[in-house]
């Protein structure tokens, strides 16, 4: 639902973001990215726009880009790389990761808030869409004066929205925060954010979807990861995940919870009795 100020908004609309059925803001972000992979997409988050009576036909504002988006490289990123312990609070976590993603060139990150743990060190691992630059977004920090419900970073339901709604009101498709505020000489508090202007090459689109079809969506059981020293792009090191019916020595780790980009040069490695030895392979 694109609601872009109060004054456009449906009688029926509820004035305070919410989420269905109580549910965290975490759990939330990460069913509708699960909703979106469902339905042909990479990625897929909230608006936190919803219209209806709960049990009676209520449905939630979302948006989404295409699966294979060459502006995305989706990769599971170490806890610890990215400043990140847990997904909570949603706003540092939030910050973290696209702090993380800008220190590596790309335009921003975002979370997927699906999270899972390396099986030798039990460290943690959380799913981020980086964004490159020629995503198209327009990064922008917007007086915090300006938004609905003036939102504090212990509502990021309410700031993702009012972002949403900003971006709307001025003419883009949507917006996500950064979670980052500074203070401006000429505006006062300013919140970041990230404007997706609309036909950006990203190709988001947005959705309402019924609460029913939310939360029908079976959530996938997690598989531990293991990190791989060996492999390596340059001096990055990336995880690979080894599904639990290829155990055993001399076994070749086939497949990937990670696509590296078609330019790098990614060994295919063998798992020797906890070992590793790099075994290049044509890609």
């Given amino acids: 639902m694109m609601i872009s100020s109060a004054k456009d ?7 305070v973001a919410a989420t269905p059925q109580g549910m965290s803001v975490e759990e939330f972000m990460r069913v509708v990215h699960r909703y979106a992979i469902a339905h042909g997409q990479q990625h897929g988050w909230p608006s936190f726009e919803t219209v209806g009576t709960p049990g009676q036909g209520r449905v939630w504002g979302m948006f989404s880009w295409p699966a294979g988006s060459p502006q995305v490289w989706q990769a599971d990123e170490r806890g610890p790389a990215m400043s990140i312990s847990a997904l909570t609070p949603v706003a540092e976590s939030w910050r973290a990761a696209n702090r993380f993603a800008n220190d590596q060139g790309y335009a921003a990150g975002m979370l997927t808030f699906e999270s899972n743990w390396l099986r030798q060190t039990g460290e943690a691992i959380f799913g981020l869409m980086h964004l490159k630059p020629d995503a198209g977004l327009v990064f922008k920090n917007i007086p915090h004066a300006e938004f609905d419900s003036r939102p504090d970073f212990d509502r990021p339901d309410q700031v993702v929205r009012d972002v949403a709604r900003w971006a709307n009101h001025h003419g883009y498709l949507t917006g996500f925060p950064s979670f980052e505020q500074t203070i401006d000489p000429v505006d006062g508090r300013v919140f970041g954010a990230y404007l997706v202007p609309v036909g950006s090459p990203l190709g988001v689109s947005w959705r309402d979807v019924p609460e029913t079809d939310l939360l029908g969506q079976a959530p996938p059981p997690p598989q531990p990861a293991m990190a791989i020293s060996l492999a390596r792009v340059g001096s990055r090191p ?3 995940d080894v599904p639990a ?3 055993g020595a001399n076994r070749e780790i086939a497949w990937y919870s990670i696509s590296p980009p078609s330019t790098w040069n990614v060994d295919l490695l063998n798992v020797v009795h906890g070992n590793t030895t790099a075994v290049n392979v044509p890609r």
């Fill in 245 to 247: 019916e290829m155990p």
């Fill in 238 to 240: 990336f995880v690979c």
């Fill in 9 to 15: 908004s449906p009688p029926n609309r509820d004035s």
